[in-house]
């Protein structure tokens, strides 16, 4: 099955081959979507950040554990927030579902122009499978973070780009489509979302075609961009005051985790996995058939000025890989697409290992939620009671927060002097902290506090008490 098909599939069953596909890639991604807790191979920090928006009822300042937070903008905490305020709280499902939609409508791009680059559905059956079916984008499809969604924002505005390259009576609608969904990308995760600008420079530095930059569609795209960005920058700053929202900006650290330069040269393979595996015949390929290197040079120029941008960047991890897998997606189906049939086999196979992986991890499901479990073990106690926390870590802090449901926040008492004079005093209160903290306790302190309860937390354990 090769090129030629495109001449033997009617139209039909070209909408047939779409419509199975849609299909069978929404089954295989919503597929237990809501049985993990979210501190289960997951990140429930963002839930959190959207569940204190629907309590607060403040949608323009994001915040974490009471405390204003600008680590990442607001559109995923948004786009959890939204739905679950109509149903009431953050489950898990309904944090997974911006990275569910988003994983789903990418495979269906990337659906779209494979059978746009090799001529016939097929094609773009095989692209979108190796795209949903690898680790990488099949497991960040399936967790509450922003990953996902910006990579959706990269292909989406690559591909607009790219169609209005190509159709020029319609370049219009496309250039535009393609700077709205940067200036998304953008409210997604701050500079990253700026990522296809490099990419469409690189591309059309190579066409020898730069003066499109300035075309009308371009400069009108540019506007739109920055008017995307500010319809939330300017209401925070309104709010907040522009000298305190610099001072915010820069006390926030955004990035933190450092790897060697050679981190993503190792890093590619297991996540592309199982598809890496024919990286070398790709690579090969590439260099002795220029027929294909034309036909995917824009994927080319894509992966290879993301990874040097990625591998030039001193802050690196293995899901910013990410906005890279589209691409060496469409490039990889080149070698099956004269074998439809076979690739089903390895795909296939595949698919039912992720989800034996995941069914593991569900299996182990409270011993991995040690956030669900100690608040599940709480809520007997708490009742009229008013309930601080004393020296406990901030990922604690959003556990019991998040599964408690407490708005206001659980107050954090700070100072020694602090808990003295709530201990002394006469309302009648519950303090949670850690055992060694408690254990420090002078004799004399001890006689002001009444041990309630030990639980088990994570490596250690926790102690409340009460006046």
Same mark, same amino acid.
């Given at each position: 099955?090769?090129?030629?098909?495109?001449?033997?599939?009617?139209?039909?069953?070209?909408?047939?081959? !779409?419509?199975?596909?849609?299909?069978?890639?929404?089954?295989?991604?919503?597929? $237990?979507?809501?049985?993990?807790?979210?501190?289960?191979?997951?990140?429930?920090?963002?839930?959190?950040?959207?569940?204190?928006?629907?309590r607060s009822g403040d949608w323009i300042v994001p915040r974490l554990n009471g405390e204003i937070y600008l680590h990442k903008p607001p559109l995923l905490f948004w786009l959890i927030a939204l739905p679950s305020s109509i149903y009431g709280?953050?489950?898990? /499902?309904?944090?997974?579902?911006?990275?569910? !939609?988003?994983?789903?409508?990418?495979?269906?791009?990337? +659906?779209?122009?494979? *059978?746009?680059?090799?001529?016939?559905? /097929?094609?773009?059956?095989?692209?979108?499978?190796?795209?949903?079916? $690898?680790?990488?984008?099949f497991f960040n499809a399936r967790i509450a973070k922003t990953d996902m969604l910006l990579c959706f924002f990269i292909l989406?505005? /690559?591909?607009?780009?790219?169609?209005?390259?190509?159709?020029?009576?319609? *370049?219009?609608?496309?250039?535009?489509?393609? +700077?709205?969904? =940067?200036?998304?990308?953008?409210?997604?995760?701050?500079? !990253?979302?700026?990522?296809?600008?490099?990419?469409?420079?690189?591309?059309?530095?190579?066409? *020898?075609?730069?003066?499109?930059?300035?075309? *009308?569609?371009?400069? =009108?795209?540019?506007?739109?961009?920055?008017l995307i960005v500010f319809l939330w920058i300017i209401p925070f700053i309104s709010r907040l005051g522009l000298e305190r929202s610099l001072q915010l900006l820069e006390e926030t650290e955004v990035l933190t985790r450092k790897a060697p330069f050679y981190f993503y040269f190792v890093e590619i393979w297991p996540q592309f996995a199982p598809w890496s595996l024919f990286l070398p015949i790709l690579i090969f390929l590439l260099y002795k058939e220029k027929i294909f290197r034309l036909r995917v040079n824009f994927f080319l120029i894509w992966f290879i000025l993301l990874f040097i941008i990625l591998t030039i960047f001193q802050y690196r991890a293995s899901r910013y890989l990410l906005g890279a897998i589209p691409p060496l997606a469409l490039m990889t189906a080149g070698i099956w697409r004269k074998k439809f049939l076979f690739f089903l086999i390895p795909f296939s196979f595949i698919i039912l290992v992720w989800h034996v992986v995941e069914i593991q991890w569900i299996n182990k499901n409270m011993s991995r939620s040690p956030g669900l479990t100690l608040s599940t073990n709480l809520k007997p106690f708490l009742k009229e009671k008013k309930f601080f926390g004393y020296k406990l870590d901030p990922s604690t802090e959003e556990e019991l927060n998040f599964y408690l449901d407490i708005y206001p926040c659980i107050p954090m008492i700070k100072r020694v002097e602090d808990f003295n004079n709530l201990a002394n005093g006469e309302d009648r209160i519950l303090i949670l902290m850690p055992k060694e903290v408690y254990e420090e306790f002078p004799s004399n302190d001890l006689l002001s506090i009444r041990f309630i309860k030990e639980f088990p937390y994570k490596k250690g354990r926790l102690v409340l008490i009460s006046n």
């Amino acid at each position: 099955m090769g090129m030629h098909l495109d001449k033997i599939i009617e139209p039909q069953k070209e909408r047939e081959i !779409f419509l199975i596909f849609s299909l069978m890639s929404g089954i295989i991604l919503f597929f $237990n979507l809501w049985t993990r807790s979210l501190e289960n191979h997951d990140y429930l920090r963002y839930a959190e950040v959207a569940r204190e928006m629907i309590r607060s009822g403040d949608w323009i300042v994001p915040r974490l554990n009471g405390e204003i937070y600008l680590h990442k903008p607001p559109l995923l905490f948004w786009l959890i927030a939204l739905p679950s305020s109509i149903y009431g709280y953050v489950t898990p /499902l309904l944090a997974r579902i911006p990275s569910f !939609f988003s994983a789903w409508l990418g495979s269906l791009l990337v +659906f779209q122009w494979g *059978k746009r680059i090799y001529g016939n559905s /097929l094609s773009g059956f095989i692209s979108g499978g190796i795209l949903l079916s $690898n680790y990488q984008y099949f497991f960040n499809a399936r967790i509450a973070k922003t990953d996902m969604l910006l990579c959706f924002f990269i292909l989406s505005s /690559l591909y607009s780009f790219y169609l209005g390259y190509h159709e020029e009576p319609k *370049k219009g609608p496309f250039l535009l489509a393609s +700077f709205i969904f =940067i200036g998304l990308g953008v409210l997604t995760k701050g500079p !990253f979302g700026l990522i296809p600008l490099p990419i469409i420079f690189g591309f059309l530095l190579k066409e *020898k075609k730069l003066k499109i930059l300035v075309y *009308k569609e371009f400069i =009108i795209g540019y506007f739109v961009l920055i008017l995307i960005v500010f319809l939330w920058i300017i209401p925070f700053i309104s709010r907040l005051g522009l000298e305190r929202s610099l001072q915010l900006l820069e006390e926030t650290e955004v990035l933190t985790r450092k790897a060697p330069f050679y981190f993503y040269f190792v890093e590619i393979w297991p996540q592309f996995a199982p598809w890496s595996l024919f990286l070398p015949i790709l690579i090969f390929l590439l260099y002795k058939e220029k027929i294909f290197r034309l036909r995917v040079n824009f994927f080319l120029i894509w992966f290879i000025l993301l990874f040097i941008i990625l591998t030039i960047f001193q802050y690196r991890a293995s899901r910013y890989l990410l906005g890279a897998i589209p691409p060496l997606a469409l490039m990889t189906a080149g070698i099956w697409r004269k074998k439809f049939l076979f690739f089903l086999i390895p795909f296939s196979f595949i698919i039912l290992v992720w989800h034996v992986v995941e069914i593991q991890w569900i299996n182990k499901n409270m011993s991995r939620s040690p956030g669900l479990t100690l608040s599940t073990n709480l809520k007997p106690f708490l009742k009229e009671k008013k309930f601080f926390g004393y020296k406990l870590d901030p990922s604690t802090e959003e556990e019991l927060n998040f599964y408690l449901d407490i708005y206001p926040c659980i107050p954090m008492i700070k100072r020694v002097e602090d808990f003295n004079n709530l201990a002394n005093g006469e309302d009648r209160i519950l303090i949670l902290m850690p055992k060694e903290v408690y254990e420090e306790f002078p004799s004399n302190d001890l006689l002001s506090i009444r041990f309630i309860k030990e639980f088990p937390y994570k490596k250690g354990r926790l102690v409340l008490i009460s006046n």
